[in-house]
């Protein structure tokens, strides 16, 4: 995900800025710049092919949950 870090960088954020501006821990973040990616997104990345749908309608439930406990 070195677009992650190029496009937090075109945004003038920090990685602490973003993760309070997502919720996402500074430590994934560091993760996820440094190409250390947990099996989950690889796993979303052949849903994604082989259900020929949308990251959209993959996570609408999550992000509604997420929403709901707000």
């Given at each position: 995900m070195t677009n992650l870090k190029n496009i937090r960088d075109s945004k003038k954020l920090t990685q602490e800025e973003l993760s309070n501006l997502t919720n996402i821990p500074i430590g994934t973040l560091r993760d996820w710049e440094q190409k250390k990616f947990p099996k989950q997104i690889i796993y979303l990345i052949k849903l994604k092919e082989s259900l020929n749908c949308s990251y959209e309608?993959?996570?609408?439930?999550?992000?509604?949950?997420?929403?709901?406990?707000?």
């Open positions: 309608e993959l996570l609408l439930q999550i992000e509604q949950e997420e929403n709901n406990e707000k």
